[in-house]
């Protein structure tokens, strides 16, 4: 039994008194490069992390639900009938936004409730896509017990769409995408308007390198603020240009765009499709084995996120800068923005002094002290 399983089956065992059916678990994820793209139908390239979100569950003869985690192990009760209303809050919503998504999906509503214990060590609003994880590991535990036969694909749509509707957070679908694809060592490349995905070797271990992660400890939320107003000045733009999506604008259409747009939104714009050619860059550099090609193009698109997207915060940027003072092959900010973490591709022999050298820079400007720490690529989310 692994940490995640011991903890939820005891958790199980003492709030419902019983063992459950099984176990399941799904990672979270970090970004490696392609932030905003996915709303935009454009290209993403992150990896599932060895953090995740495990659940026990036994299905039920009745319609009711019990929930608990591991984080104030209290007993929330719901049924059927509420969740087919939308009637649902607090943590809650994300098991019961996947429950109900899966019937808004496959058109049938779930006939049978279920007890569920969760217990996840993704750090909880760190931009390391938690609520993916537990969107997940519940997708994946139902698919299994009520023998729905979804696809991954399906699963990553059903976790969106109860992330989208029932959280209220308009984000797109990489984060469950990267849960639910990803695979040990290689990070998960995905268009976000086919969800075709191809998993991309990363090389990291045999290069000598690690992915240090590190988290500002900056609060941010998708539901409201600036995730909102950049997604909408995308469509505006896309709009615009006559174009579907920002994915159907390649960097030739710029100059056009600069001539159509506003400055702010041109800005937006220019974002987008630079970094979706970063995002096929990148691919072409990984399969091409050129690690140090790859990090340049983290530098530029954490340089648009910060210039052009306008979505960094002093203190990430302060972690690229001293990242990329210290020899990091490639840094930059990862996930929505506004806060969160940043990432640093380094030789593993300079990651502690990196981190110690921020956990400096940070105390020096009084802020919150930074929690870093490695992250390996894993496999995606399944039974235990
Ligand atoms: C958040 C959202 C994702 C994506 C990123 C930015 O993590 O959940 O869908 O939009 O921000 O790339």
């Given at each position: 039994m692994t940490a995640g399983t011991e903890a939820v089956a005891a958790l199980f065992g003492r709030a419902f008194g019983s063992a459950p059916a099984g176990f399941w678990r799904a990672p979270g994820r970090v970004n490696l490069i392609g932030e905003h793209t996915d709303y935009n139908d454009g290209f993403v390239l992150p990896f599932a992390i060895d953090r995740a979100t495990t659940v026990a569950v036994t299905l039920r003869d009745d319609s009711r639900i019990r929930l608990v985690s591991t984080f104030d192990g209290v007993v929330v009760e719901s049924d059927l009938d509420r969740v087919r209303r939308r009637d649902f809050d607090g943590w809650a919503a994300y098991p019961l936004g996947v429950l109900w998504a899966i019937g808004e999906h496959t058109g049938r509503a779930p006939e049978r409730g279920f007890d569920v214990a969760v217990d996840s060590d993704?750090?909880?609003?760190?931009?390391?896509?938690s609520s993916a994880a537990i969107e997940m590991a519940v997708a994946v535990a139902l698919n299994d017990l009520l023998g729905l036969g979804l696809t991954r694909a399906d699963l990553a749509r059903i976790g969106r769409r109860a992330e989208n509707i029932a959280v209220g957070a308009p984000t797109g679908i990489m984060d469950q995408s990267a849960s639910v694809f990803g695979q040990a060592d290689a990070a998960v490349f995905l268009?976000?308007?086919?969800?075709?995905v191809e998993q991309v070797p990363l090389g990291f271990d045999a290069a000598g390198l690690v992915l240090l992660v590190i988290d500002t400890k900056v609060e941010h939320q998708h539901a409201t603020g600036g995730y909102r107003d950049r997604r909408e000045a995308c469509e505006r733009g896309a709009a615009a240009m006559g174009?579907?999506?920002?994915?159907?604008?390649?960097?030739?259409?710029l100059p056009r765009a600069q001539q159509h747009l506003d400055p702010v939104t041109y800005r937006r714009v220019k974002h987008i499709v630079t970094e979706d050619a970063r995002v096929l860059a990148s691919v072409a550099a990984l399969k091409a084995g050129d690690l140090h090609r790859f990090g340049t193009l983290m530098d530029a698109s954490h340089v648009s996120m910060r210039d052009?997207?306008?979505?960094?915060?002093p203190q990430l940027d302060a972690v690229v800068e001293t990242a990329q003072a210290a020899g990091a092959i490639g840094a930059r900010m990862t996930g929505g923005g506004f806060g969160g973490c940043a990432i640093a591709l380094v030789h593993a022999q300079d990651a502690e002094p990196l981190a110690e050298r921020v956990r400096q820079v940070f105390a020096d400007h009084g802020w919150h002290e930074p929690v870093p720490f490695t992250v390996r690529p894993s496999d995606g989310a399944g039974a235990v």
């Open positions: 993704v750090p909880v609003g760190a931009g390391l896509s268009d976000c308007r086919t969800l075709a174009v579907p999506a920002l994915r159907d604008l390649t960097i030739d259409d052009d997207f306008e979505i960094s915060v």
